[in-house]
């Protein structure tokens, strides 16, 4: 297994340096990027409607930039529609030419039939980027579909899990040499009365495993951090590279029920191919993580599954939790251009592929995806997008809106 790891690791890294030279923590991205010559959809509303003037949208001491949309949006396990709002901050901690935007992105949805999440994520950069702090808080009340362990089942083969959620992760890493950062951080996840909508479904014989798929699961740990990061803005990467390494131990003594280890490993490369114009997107990106629980003790919604990423955002146009065992393997690329000269609009073109250890062994079986999307520019200070994106797979399909990239 632990060759497998290794194995594994280097493939990533491998597809993570492919190209040109990764870029710098102060890029001229910071410096040359011209947003005098681009269009939002702030400037549409201005032109518009013409309000009262005001302090100039831009300045060198400018350093907050809000983008808040509401819309409606299908909440993930088949629970129907819902009201969605996402508001996303970008906010400079420190001097632009060599701070990276800090970010918040608070996404609260309702779908009126007492299904409801709070979200936060926040990714905060100090002055000249000597401390980064990552931290991702969530309370849910979260149906979603499970179909047991690997890919044995057919898509209507499945049970719907409700649980109450409270996650509470926080990291703190120090710049140990430019790009380069290590630390340590705390990750706790309870899950609350985890139960299957229909009394007749017993989930431990439905999945075949034994811990947490009944009654309450609390897992509760510390991990251990390393973070390479060539990008200086995760709301919409420009060229660069990232790869971040999470080891994480789960011990008894900090309130687990069960002791248990997992490690995830996520590289991506952003790649532009008109390097010479940054204000023109057009962007070749590359995105792979490996997710490895250790024990066979580990908590069912504990365990790696397709769409549980950090972010949620991997696998378009598959189900989230559609695909879940003690080993997961991802791989995407997407295509990014602008259509427009002033970057109002854009579109991407995606694709993604995974495969799940459980019912069969690791990369007996492959499951893709594919889609494109359309991008508007939502607030140019910040580079965030709205973004718009249909993905399909056997027996699946879905719209999905964003603001900011995927990844």
Not at 121 to 141: A, C, H, K, M, Y
Not at 160 to 166: E, H, N, S, T
Not at 372 to 396: E, H, P
Request: charged residues 15%.
């Amino acid at each position: 297994m632990y060759k497998l790891l290794a194995a594994a690791f280097l493939c990533l890294l491998t597809a993570a340096s492919h190209g040109q030279n990764a870029t710098t923590i102060i890029p001229s991205n910071n410096t040359v990027r011209d947003t005098s010559k681009q269009t939002d959809l702030i400037d549409i509303y201005r032109s518009i409607f013409k309000p009262k003037a005001t302090k100039p949208r831009f300045s060198e001491d400018k350093t907050v930039y809000f983008s808040i949309l509401p819309f409606g949006g299908q909440v993930p396990g088949g629970t129907g529609k819902a009201l969605i709002t996402s508001t996303t901050a970008g906010i400079y901690l420190g001097p632009r030419q060599t701070t990276n935007i800090s970010s918040a992105t608070f996404t609260p949805y309702l779908n009126f039939r007492g299904r409801f999440g709070l979200p936060l994520r926040t990714s905060v950069w100090l002055p000249n980027n000597e401390w980064t702090i990552q931290g991702d808080t969530r309370f849910l009340v979260y149906p979603q579909y499970t179909w047991g362990l690997g890919s044995k089942n057919g898509y209507l083969d499945r049970t719907l899990v409700d649980y109450k959620y409270i996650r509470f992760y926080q990291s703190v890493l120090k710049q140990i040499k430019p790009y380069l950062f290590a630390g340590v951080g705390y990750n706790l996840d309870y899950r609350i009365n985890v139960r299957s909508d229909d009394p007749n479904v017993d989930l431990k014989e439905f999945t075949g495993y034994n811990y947490g798929v009944n009654g309450n699961s609390f897992s509760s740990g510390v991990t251990l951090n390393l973070l390479y990061d060539t990008r200086n803005n995760s709301i919409n990467p420009l060229p660069g590279a990232y790869a971040n390494i999470v080891y994480r131990v789960n011990p008894k003594f900090l309130g687990s029920q069960e002791n248990w280890t997992s490690i995830y490993i996520d590289v991506r490369k952003y790649m532009s191919m008109n390097p010479g114009n940054p204000n023109q997107q057009n962007t070749l990106a590359f995105w792979s993580y490996l997710w490895k629980a250790f024990s066979n003790k580990t908590p069912y919604l504990d365990l790696p599954s397709i769409g549980w990423d950090p972010y949620n955002r991997s696998a378009r146009g598959i189900d989230q939790n559609r695909y879940r065992g003690r080993t997961l393997l991802y791989f995407e690329t997407e295509y990014r251009r602008d259509i427009t000269r002033n970057g109002l609009l854009g579109f991407v073109l995606f694709s993604n592929i995974n495969t799940v250890s459980g019912s069969k062994s690791l990369f007996t079986s492959w499951h893709p995806a594919a889609g494109t999307g359309l991008r508007v520019k939502f607030n140019k200070g910040a580079n965030t997008n709205v973004g718009i994106d249909y993905g399909f797979s056997q027996g699946y399909r879905a719209i999905m809106l964003n603001l900011g990239e995927a990844f």
